[in-house]
Nanobody, 129 residues
Framework: QVQLVESGGGSVQAGGSLRLSCSASGSAYSLYYMAWFRQASGKEREGVATIDEAGNTFGADSVKGRFILSRDNGKNTLYLEMNSLKPEDTAMYYC???????????????????????WGQGAQVTVSS
């Protein structure tokens, strides 16, 4: 079993920055792939960015150049540095791990929420204009 705990959410003005953290406990095998998703009010949960144990990353076009994903394998912690925040980034942000499939499908389908097994409870990010 894996437990994920997000922290670092909050409120910020447009153009500001926030850093989210996700502390994980459990099987190291399950933590090989990790990701951040977000869900705005009334919308579907969408993939923000993903990373494998080696540090390879993929991200949504909407956050490229603004969000930086990283991880500390020794601490089992995932980070999301969010810069140049926009009001449309307002959402609950969720950490996920336990990708159901291998690397080829991860590269293609990481943004599908049903492909992930373990989820955190979420951290609210609110960006005001």
């Amino acid at each position: 079993q894996v437990q994920l705990v997000e922290s670092g959410g909050g409120s910020v003005q447009a153009g500001g920055s926030l850093r989210l953290s996700c502390s994980a406990s459990g099987s190291a095998y399950s933590l090989y792939y990790m990701a951040w998703f977000r869900q705005a009010s009334g919308k579907e949960r969408e993939g923000v960015a993903t990373i494998d144990e080696a540090g390879n990353t993929f991200g949504a076009d909407s956050v490229k150049g603004r969000f930086i994903l990283s991880r500390d394998n020794g601490k089992n912690t995932l980070y999301l540095e969010m810069n140049s925040l926009k009001p449309e980034d307002t959402a609950m942000y969720y950490c996920a791990t336990g990708f159901k499939y291998g690397g080829t499908l991860w590269r293609r389908d990481w943004g599908e929420r049903d492909n992930w097994i373990f989820w955190g409870q979420g951290a609210q990010v609110t960006v005001s204009s």
